[in-house]
């Protein structure tokens, strides 16, 4: 029975073979090394995809270096929650051992000590390192843990925050485990290199380990079944930073390809390296502390390099510049209504939803807000807007919200605040989710909504702005540090315009501003592109914008 064969039988997800023996390679566990006098670590070992590779290699090193396999107790520590998993790993390893000229006692006892039941993340390891630590962590929510089994880890692995997974706290173990110059190697999702919940793991690795591989693998088969992972493999190191592989792959991507990168990899002066299905390039360096760590080929994360080091952000409030998200009400049902007479005058305000932006120019649908705030930030008094207070009255739903729970005598509130002074100022409004990036502008009047993004500035013409954020330019940041959903949909969130880089306003040509503002009125990304690569004053074929 083969490794994968074993490991479908308990339902099991396994990683490829030439994907296993990549990560060995690129984390220094090879055959020619004495890897007896080597410790690895497998936080979770499932049937045995990484284990059983990783014993072959340490067998033909031991025969290699003359060394007998009862002294290889100490070599490999695998875990697994599952007994059923621990069992098929242990008898794979006796197998190998037996195959190997071990005698049956020897296989039995190497193969007790080297797979332990216990949970990678809570096992005591009182004075255990790690020169290797390989494997494709557990992809198991936060909100699927029960309460006390998430404060466990979250009080043992502190950069398990916010609405996670729990490979983040696998990651971070792991690296905690690694002697000076050792490495992990992991295929996992890359989500958090670019999510709020990975903040604390990204600090950690820039602070105290190195980033040395990460080829992105979202289209890649690299698994035996079809999982939707978002992988790439990571290699991290403890050791401090210097340069970088990166790689972006296409669904050709294959063992092939992948062996001969790893090769081109070991060639400290390699720049760039191409193949079927695959473009890599080596950064100088990596993208410092807990902000996002963009993604994508060789040729844009030099350009988004380029960017961060000369110009500033987009959202820049001493500057004059903010980007953020429209009004969250909710009970849309009932905030959101296209009969401006359900409640006083001066109580109902034009609301910008996403429909209003689908032609590219804004075209206002007829939707209002039903506003229960006062301008100084206060609710209104009810017993003032005696037919705002009975339309609402009509939802009872409404007292039932948290926020309601939370302060029963406001209960007529909406979750966020209405800000006045956004009402009449002009905004490049942008959707959530979208292949291209697509802002467009309101004029003032118009109050956003929840599922749109807004852009105000009291420097920028905002069509010039505008058309900044319609070039390939602006769309190449996003690119870089959105999470992308299935089917190449972006998310145009907050968090990922604020990345966006911009020149300043008055550093601009006028004829730039020009040809900027005509290319945003008409829609064309492509002039848009072109003129924005003379503000940023750069090479579009270099960057691979052309």
Not at 246 to 271: I, P, R, S
Not at 301 to 329: C, Q, W, Y
Not at 427 to 444: A, C, F, N, R, Y
Not at 453 to 477: K, N, T
Request: hydrophobic fraction near 40%.
């Amino acid at each position: 029975m083969t490794v994968a064969e074993r490991g479908q039988s308990y339902g099991e997800v396994f990683t490829r073979r030439w994907v296993v023996e990549v990560l060995l390679d690129l984390s220094g566990y090879s055959a020619d090394r004495d890897l007896g006098a080597l410790h690895l670590v497998e936080p979770s070992c499932g049937s045995g995809a990484f284990l059983g590779p990783a014993v072959e290699r340490l067998i033909k090193s031991a025969q290699r270096h003359k060394r007998d396999f009862a002294s290889l107790g100490a070599a490999i520590c695998a875990y697994d929650l599952q007994l059923e998993h621990v069992e098929a790993s242990r008898a794979l390893c006796r197998d190998l051992l037996v195959a190997a000229g071990s005698t049956a006692s020897t296989a039995d006892a190497l193969a007790e000590v080297w797979v332990g039941h216990a949970d990678f993340l809570l096992a005591e390891m009182v004075d255990r390192t790690a020169d290797v630590v390989i494997g494709n962590p557990p992809y198991i929510r936060y909100d699927d843990l029960s309460d006390e089994l998430a404060s466990q880890y979250r009080s043992m692995w502190p950069t398990m925050r916010g609405r996670g997974d729990i490979y983040v706290g696998f990651i971070e173990r792991s690296l905690r485990l690694l002697k000076p110059g050792g490495k992990v190697g992991f295929i996992c999702a890359d989500r958090w290199m670019r999510n709020q919940y990975g903040a604390g793991l990204r600090d950690l690795v820039a602070r105290e380990y190195a980033v040395e591989h990460i080829w992105t693998m979202h289209d890649v088969d690299a698994f035996e079944a079809h999982v939707s992972a978002y992988p790439a493999i990571t290699v991290l190191g403890n050791r401090a930073q210097t340069s970088v592989v990166v790689a972006d792959t296409t669904d050709e991507f294959g063992a092939a390809g992948a062996f001969a990168l790893v090769k081109a990899a070991q060639d400290e002066t390699f720049e760039d390296f191409s193949d079927v299905g695959v473009k890599a390039h080596r950064l100088p360096h990596w993208f410092d502390g807990s902000e996002l760590w963009p993604t994508g080929s060789p040729a844009r994360l030099a350009l988004i390099e380029h960017l961060n080091d000369r110009f500033s952000p987009l959202h820049d409030l001493e500057g004059g510049t903010k980007v953020s998200i429209g009004i969250a009400t909710g009970a849309d049902n009932v905030y959101v209504t296209k009969d401006s007479t359900v409640a006083e005058e001066d109580r109902i305000l034009p609301l910008a939803m996403r429909r209003d932006l689908m032609s590219g120019t804004f075209t206002w649908q007829g939707n209002y807000l039903v506003n229960p705030w006062n301008e100084d930030g206060s609710l209104v008094s009810l017993a003032d807007y005696p037919r705002m207070a009975a339309y609402l009255s009509e939802h009872p739903d409404l007292k039932k919200r948290f926020v309601a729970k939370k302060d029963p005598a406001s209960w007529h509130r909406t979750i966020d605040k209405v800000h006045f002074s956004l009402i009449n100022k002009p905004k490049l409004l942008l959707q959530d989710m979208k292949s291209t990036i697509h802002p467009v502008l309101e004029t003032g009047g118009h109050y956003p909504h929840h599922n749109l993004y807004y852009v105000i500035s009291d420097v920028w013409d905002m069509e010039v702005l505008g058309g900044i954020l319609l070039s390939r330019v602006a769309q190449a940041f996003i690119e870089a540090y959105c999470v992308r959903m299935r089917g190449g949909t972006l998310r145009f969130q907050a968090q990922y315009l604020k990345r966006i880089r911009v020149p300043q306003p008055d550093a601009i040509d006028t004829d730039v501003q020009e040809a900027l503002r005509v290319a945003f009125r008409a829609r064309d990304a492509v002039a848009a592109t072109v003129a924005a690569a003379a503000a940023y004053d750069i090479d579009l074929k270099e960057y691979e914008l052309a």
